[in-house]
């Protein structure tokens, strides 16, 4: 069954490969049952109820991808698109979760028709390269501020805006330790160099007395509070239509971006550079987005940890599959779960932020015309706490800077529209 399904003797792998490739992606990104359900609970969100939340919506995801594709690539709510959910949608502008939740899940709809229209390689062709670089570089620097925050090494300073907190504390010499160990753990190449991290600095401060202990296992607790409780109504507020392009907007690129990357690690792409079922991937994606947000979580989207089960010999959907498995088990990892503080998830958010930063290596910076955008693309994210007015920002500068500069040919129609847009929203709605 599993042979006809999945064709494994033509993609040249076997079971007990693909299920060691499972094991392997799920150990790399398993650090996401923590933090998700810690960022989302700034939200006002229960934390128990987006743990298991999160745990369905991953294995859904990586289910669709299995099926619908046949990859090896796994699927989780999104780091980046989380934080700006809690702190930007919410904590920002004062939405509802509900309402959060109905923005991600319309994003997700639209992305699924421009998956299977051609309008979706017409909106990547369109942006240039510097600024999908400068989003993604400018998302890991917002993930950084909410690391330091969380940590408690960046405070909050009447005169200066920021500062640093008392360095001396347990929380923060527990997040500079953990994010230490995480760095040299995945450095060295160990398996789950993250969650080991994360587990343990909760270890010593439970130990030390700072964190009390609720147990590791225990019975998967009810997704009810968080089922189903996307404001739909409350989404289509022509408020709204800014944040609902900025999960799209993010989710479209970190997609293509990721399957790309994987498809040419793992031998997929063709002589030509195209991607064979490449279309049902994007599905997958594009419906993983939707039933997420039913079931009550932020974006979920394709993670490019999936590299580490491709590196370990996974080549069909019988690994993602495999790492679908494992999120259901993880359900009963609740108490655990709630046992872990913020500060023990911090140094993860700040690795990922590391990873996320080398983007702006890839900026065209012997061209002030392509870099001045994104260093204000990526610098306006973390500043302005908000991914939605990076983009903007990156948008309008973008436009601005070529027209200036009479290079009117590089300004993609598209591009040109969004910048309009942008200037009529913050104009009209501010």
């Known amino acids: 069954m599993l042979e006809q399904i999945f064709k494994l003797s ?26 998700n359900p810690d960022i989302l609970k700034v939200a006002g969100m229960p934390f128990e109820a987006v743990f298991a939340a999160t745990c369905i919506a991953a294995a859904i995801g990586c289910l669709l991808m299995a099926f619908l594709a046949n990859y090896p690539i796994a699927l989780a709510p999104g780091m980046g698109l989380n934080a700006y959910f809690a702190f930007g949608v919410v904590g ?40 999908k670089m400068a989003i993604a570089a400018g998302i890991g620097l917002f993930l950084a501020l909410i690391a330091l925050k969380n940590a408690g090494i960046v405070v909050a300073h009447p005169a200066t ?34 969650i080991i991290g994360i ?14 202990f609720g147990g590791i296992v225990g019975v998967p607790p009810s997704v009810m509070p968080v089922f189903l409780q996307m404001d739909l109504a409350g989404a289509f507020s022509v408020g ?32 030509d550079g195209t991607v064979p079922r490449l279309r049902g991937a994007l599905i997958a994606d594009s419906s993983a987005a939707m039933i997420g947000a039913a079931v009550g979580t932020s974006t979920t989207t394709s993670y490019i940890e999936s590299a580490s089960g491709i590196n370990a010999g996974g080549r069909t959907g019988l690994t993602a599959a495999t790492v679908a498995v ?9 108490p655990l779960a709630g046992t872990i503080p913020a500060y023990a998830t911090a140094p993860a958010l700040l690795y990922v932020a590391c990873l996320m930063a080398r983007g702006l290596t890839e900026v065209e910076w012997n061209d ?24 903007a920002f990156g948008f309008i500068s973008y436009a601005g800077i070529k027209v200036a500069a009479g290079r009117y040919a590089d300004v993609h129609p598209a591009v040109a529209i969004l910048a309009v847009l942008f200037v009529i929203k913050y ?3 501010g």
């Open 199 to 212: 587990l343990a600095v909760t270890v010593i401060a439970v130990m030390a007395g700072q964190q009390k």
């Open 368 to 391: 002030i015309t392509e870099a001045a955008p994104a260093v204000i693309t990526a610098l306006a994210m973390p500043f302005t706490f908000s991914i939605a007015d990076g983009i």
């Open 161 to 194: 805006l920021v500062t640093h907190g008392k360095l001396t504390s347990f929380p923060v010499i527990m997040a500079t330790l953990g994010f230490a160990l995480i760095v040299a753990l995945e450095y060295r190449k160990i398996m789950g160099g993250v």
């Open 92 to 131: 920002g502008m004062g939405h509802t979760w509900q309402v959060a939740l109905g923005c991600v899940f319309i994003s997700g709809v639209i992305f699924l028709i421009i998956s299977v229209l051609p309008i979706r390689e017409w909106i990547v062709n369109a942006i240039p390269k510097s600024l």
């Open 326 to 334: 494992l999120f259901l088990l993880a359900l009963f990892f609740a």
């Open 10 to 35: 033509e993609n040249k792998t076997t079971v007990r490969t693909e299920v060691v490739a499972g094991i392997t992606t799920f150990l790399t990104m398993a650090y996401i049952i923590f933090v």
């Open 240 to 271: 709204l239509v800014t944040v609902v392009f900025a999960f799209l907007f993010v989710d479209l690129f970190d997609n293509t971006g990721t399957l790309i990357a994987l498809a040419h690690r793992g031998g997929f792409m063709r002589k």
């Open 427 to 429: 104009v009209v709605i």
